[in-house]
């Protein structure tokens, strides 16, 4: 696991095991916030020891940015800590949350200790804050990578989490492209010194704008191809003739794992907009 210092009392933490999903530590002076689990176990439990032990920092809050595993499967290793989200996270972890564990379960004994949790502190509205004396964290609604996203801004560093609403390619079969859009249109607006993805590298405040832009013109071009494939009565195989590169991003970033998101996205938009045609 890779940890990185984005500011006195703000760190990064990447998985070496996984994609590099990213989870984040905020130390206020009331205590420490944990953003999204890192996906094994282990990698958690070095978090937590690091923040608890190293920095001694009780940990008030874990935050769940959305319910996805590789975000998630670490809830239970905080029994005495208040889990937050948005309300919809809670409601998918209920309904997909002991699948998705069973899967892990089976191809790694590592999750057999690893027991599902859900958030005990859920808003519904557009957004909640959390205090932690000397650093305020404002969670936001964020649609698009899945229904339930949410980012987190800590307001005094301008520094913001954006979990999987900002990868360096983005990922749509579990949501809606534009609910991503409009979600990275707000990003946009905002006044950052950093992002962190959910996954890869945190995006310093000079390269903010053109890497949403990026995102942003990917989206829209994959939707302009895959629409020009359904009015040709192409078929689902066609897409594979769509390259990354030719929507706007490199195949390198995240190991090369892109070019399967890529492609993973070409055919849920192809499904989607075909039933809309028909």
Known sequence: MQRDRISDDIFVFTSDQYAQVTAGAVIGSRGAAIIDTLPFPSETREIQAFVERRLGAPIRY??????HADHTLGNCLFPNVHIVAHSLCRQMLEKRGRAALAQARSQMAEFNEVELRLPDIVFEDGSMTLNLGD???????????????????????????????????????????QDLIDSLRVIRRMSLENIIQGHGEVILRGEIHEAIDSNIRYLENIRTKVE????????????RHITIESCGKSRIALQGLVQELHQANLLALYDRLADDHT
């Open 228 to 239: 020009k494939a359904i009015a040709k009565k192409a078929g689902r195989d066609s897409l």
């Open 62 to 67: 874990v935050i769940n940015t959305h319910y």
């Open 135 to 177: 650093k305020t964290l404002q969670l936001t609604h964020s649609p698009g990578h899945s229904r339930d996203g949410l980012t987190v801004l800590v307001k005094e560093e301008r520094i913001l989490f954006a979990a999987d609403t900002v990868m360096p390619v983005p990922y749509i079969v579990d949501g809606d492209l």
